[in-house]
Nanobody, 116 residues
Framework: QVQLVESGGGLVQPGGSLRLSCASS????????MGWYRQAPGKQRELVAS????????YADFVKGRGIIYREGTPKNTVWLQMNSLSPEDTAVYFC?????????WGQGTQVTVSS
């Protein structure tokens, strides 16, 4: 069983930054890819950023230029998402995801609220 534990969410002022962490109970290089998704109230879950085992990174258009996804393997086995220039539209629950073959694992999510 894979466990993904997110942290780093909270209340942020507009224009501020945050860094989300996703700690994996499994070696992150065992996964085909890992990523961050978000889900705002009343909206579908959407991809924010992903990184595959080879290091190829993808960003959603809304985070390009202000978001960075990066990782560190054993012993930390953690993927981070750094987001800058936050706006109220970034308010959502952010989820960590890991995929291996046909299996997909999710963390419990961490709430990010951008408000003054």
């Amino acid at each position: 069983q894979v466990q993904l534990v997110e942290s780093g969410g909270g209340l942020v002022q507009p224009g501020g930054s945050l860094r989300l962490s996703c700690a994996s109970s499994r070696n992150i290089f065992a996964f085909n890819a890992m990523g961050w998704y978000r889900q705002a109230p009343g909206k579908q879950r959407e991809l924010v950023a992903s990184i595959n085992v080879g290091g190829v990174i993808s960003y959603a258009d809304f985070v390009k230029g202000r978001g960075i996804i990066y990782r560190e393997g054993t012993p930390k086995n953690t993927v981070w998402l750094q987001m800058n220039s936050l706006s109220p539209e970034d308010t959502a629950v952010y989820f960590c995801n890991a995929r291996i073959l046909r299996e997909s694992y999710w963390g419990q999510g961490t709430q990010v609220t951008v408000s003054s």
